[in-house]
């Protein structure tokens, strides 16, 4: 019986499982239990579960541990920009363009001619200040000639007043004699009127002479309050007329606009015969060896910002094969928001919390900015290096013993000092050939006012003047 049963047919089932082979029986049914069939997993797939968590977890522990021993003493941020000085070139005095000397992309040195302006109208009006001053120091000379004049009148007054009382001393006399012989009838009452009639005019002499005194008195103290405690050069009279010339010279001097700072040409919008006012904006000069970077750092980010921590810095222009050094130089008083020409107004009721930025100024290395040019606005990288924490985040006030900023040194007062000295001197009479020297010292030197003058002192030198700077080659 028990070999009928295994040599039994085959149930039509058997076949499919035969069929199926080894790979189907863990799907295999437990007989009689009535549970549904156990999915066990490969166990090549449970292998590859855990060697990715395994993966995963070993990235984030070195992440973290190149957080914890690197990444978080650094702060970087791609919203960087160049920045500098923008130096307006702008005119003191109005006229009508004559010249110009640069255009944009242009590099000028500090003091170069820029922009030249019609002299005419300036140089009239220098001329009549220059007469105006020889003809005040020719009447303050005058005024202390003056003095010694008076002083001699008062002198000769005083003499007739000394002779009148002279002469009312000897009527009185005559007049006292004759009083007493009237009564023995030695003179006649006509006699001894008479004699009181010259002592009455010799009395009137007298204090007419006197009056003539204080009168020559008081015109000399009048001239003497004029002319003490000063001299000709130094009278208020000349220095006013000196300043008048000075004044004069300085709009001649002014129709040339040189270069405040050495740096390239940007922004020109100034045309030959174009007829300006003071303060008319025409180009623009940028230093491009005083930039800067300004790098909008969040607000998150500049908990551990100090001044004086060094910044790696890479700008789009160059790529990452050019790194320039830098140094945080200061923290922005406020937020880009703060300041900009509309700020936000976050007392409304539709309010949304929106990240703010601060700028922080970073200084560049002059050398890797001589080798490396930048121009402002470029986009750069900055990362700051914040393992040092010893300096201030806000820099202290101090007292700047020069300018951070000049501009070229003007020496037109100069050249219209000498200019007033040499008028003084001509007008006094005194030699004038050491100022003459100087003035020629200057045009020797090239000095940008004494030529101005001289050349412009004739027609023919301003003819001069006009030819040669529309000859030139840069002149536009």
């Given at each position: 019986?028990?070999?009928?049963?295994?040599?039994?047919?085959?149930?039509?089932?058997?076949?499919?499982?035969?069929?199926?082979?080894?790979?189907?029986?863990?799907?295999?049914?437990?007989?009689?239990?009535?549970?549904?069939?156990?999915?066990?997993?490969?166990?090549?797939?449970?292998?590859?579960?855990?060697?990715?968590?395994?993966?995963?977890?070993?990235?984030?522990?070195?992440?973290?541990?190149?957080?914890?021993?690197?990444?978080?003493?650094?702060?970087?941020?791609?919203?960087?920009?160049?920045?500098?000085?923008?130096?307006?070139?702008?005119?003191?005095?109005?006229?009508?363009?004559?010249?110009?000397?640069?255009?944009?992309?242009?590099?000028?040195?500090?003091?170069?001619?820029?922009?030249?302006?019609?002299?005419?109208?300036?140089?009239?009006?220098?001329?009549?200040?220059?007469?105006?001053?020889?003809?005040?120091?020719?009447?303050?000379?005058?005024?202390f000639a003056n003095d010694a004049s008076f002083a001699a009148n008062v002198k000769l007054r005083e003499a007739d007043a000394q002779r009148v009382r002279a002469d009312l001393a000897k009527a009185e006399d005559d007049l006292k004699r004759r009083s007493g012989l009237t009564a023995t009838g030695a003179v006649s009452g006509e006699e001894l009127e008479h004699a009181r009639t010259a002592v009455a005019n010799a009395k009137s002499q007298l204090a007419a002479?006197?009056?003539?005194?204080?009168?020559?008195?008081?015109?000399?103290?009048?001239?003497?309050?004029?002319?003490?405690?000063?001299?000709?050069?130094?009278?208020?009279?000349?220095?006013?007329?000196?300043?008048?010339?000075?004044?004069?010279?300085?709009?001649?001097?002014?129709?040339?606009?040189?270069?405040?700072?050495?740096?390239?040409?940007?922004?020109?919008?100034?045309?030959?015969?174009?007829?300006?006012?003071?303060?008319?904006?025409?180009?623009?000069?940028?230093?491009?060896?005083?930039?800067?970077?300004?790098?909008?750092?969040?607000?998150?980010?500049?908990?551990?910002?100090?001044?004086?921590?060094?910044?790696?810095?890479?700008?789009?222009?160059?790529?990452?094969?050019?790194?320039?050094?830098?140094?945080?130089?200061?923290?922005?008083?406020?937020?880009?928001?703060?300041?900009?020409?509309?700020?936000?107004?976050?007392?409304?009721?539709?309010?949304?919390?929106?990240?703010?930025?601060?700028?922080?100024?970073?200084?560049?290395?002059?050398?890797?900015?001589?080798?490396?040019?930048?121009?402002?606005?470029?986009?750069?990288?900055?990362?700051?290096?914040?393992?040092?924490?010893?300096?201030?985040s806000i820099a202290s006030a101090t007292k700047a013993d020069k300018p951070a900023f000049a501009s070229a040194p003007d020496e037109s007062s100069a050249e219209a000092d000498r200019l007033v000295a040499e008028i003084v001197a001509r007008n006094l009479g005194k030699p004038v050939s050491s100022v003459a020297a100087g003035r020629s010292a200057g045009m020797a030197a090239g000095k940008p006012a004494a030529l101005l003058h001289d050349a412009m002192a004739?027609?023919?030198?301003?003819?001069?003047?006009?030819?040669?700077?529309?000859?030139?080659?840069?002149?536009?």
């Amino acid at each position: 019986m028990a070999n009928d049963r295994n040599d039994s047919p085959a149930t039509p089932a058997q076949p499919a499982a035969q069929a199926a082979g080894p790979a189907a029986a863990p799907r295999a049914t437990p007989v009689g239990t009535g549970q549904p069939p156990v999915h066990r997993p490969p166990f090549g797939r449970a292998k590859a579960l855990i060697a990715v968590a395994v993966a995963v977890i070993a990235g984030g522990a070195a992440w973290g541990a190149h957080w914890y021993s690197h990444a978080r003493w650094f702060v970087e941020t791609d919203n960087a920009y160049v920045a500098g000085n923008v130096v307006q070139v702008t005119p003191q005095v109005g006229g009508t363009v004559t010249a110009i000397f640069a255009d944009d992309t242009d590099v000028v040195a500090a003091g170069a001619p820029l922009v030249k302006l019609d002299p005419a109208d300036a140089q009239v009006a220098l001329d009549q200040a220059e007469a105006q001053l020889g003809q005040t120091v020719r009447e303050v000379r005058t005024l202390f000639a003056n003095d010694a004049s008076f002083a001699a009148n008062v002198k000769l007054r005083e003499a007739d007043a000394q002779r009148v009382r002279a002469d009312l001393a000897k009527a009185e006399d005559d007049l006292k004699r004759r009083s007493g012989l009237t009564a023995t009838g030695a003179v006649s009452g006509e006699e001894l009127e008479h004699a009181r009639t010259a002592v009455a005019n010799a009395k009137s002499q007298l204090a007419a002479a006197e009056a003539a005194v204080t009168a020559a008195r008081e015109q000399l103290s009048a001239n003497q309050a004029l002319t003490r405690g000063t001299t000709a050069e130094d009278h208020p009279n000349v220095q006013r007329a000196a300043a008048r010339v000075r004044e004069a010279w300085l709009a001649v001097h002014r129709g040339e606009l040189v270069a405040p700072v050495g740096g390239q040409v940007a922004k020109r919008n100034v045309q030959v015969g174009q007829r300006i006012a003071a303060g008319t904006p025409l180009m623009a000069v940028v230093p491009l060896d005083q930039l800067w970077v300004d790098a909008n750092f969040k607000e998150v980010q500049l908990t551990s910002l100090r001044i004086g921590q060094p910044v790696k810095l890479v700008a789009d222009l160059y790529g990452d094969k050019v790194e320039y050094d830098g140094k945080v130089a200061g923290l922005g008083a406020g937020t880009g928001a703060a300041f900009s020409l509309l700020p936000a107004q976050n007392a409304t009721g539709n309010w949304i919390k929106v990240v703010q930025r601060v700028p922080v100024r970073v200084v560049l290395d002059a050398k890797q900015l001589a080798e490396h040019p930048l121009r402002i606005g470029l986009s750069m990288v900055a990362t700051v290096d914040v393992h040092d924490q010893s300096g201030p985040s806000i820099a202290s006030a101090t007292k700047a013993d020069k300018p951070a900023f000049a501009s070229a040194p003007d020496e037109s007062s100069a050249e219209a000092d000498r200019l007033v000295a040499e008028i003084v001197a001509r007008n006094l009479g005194k030699p004038v050939s050491s100022v003459a020297a100087g003035r020629s010292a200057g045009m020797a030197a090239g000095k940008p006012a004494a030529l101005l003058h001289d050349a412009m002192a004739t027609g023919a030198g301003r003819a001069r003047l006009i030819t040669t700077a529309a000859a030139l080659p840069a002149a536009y």
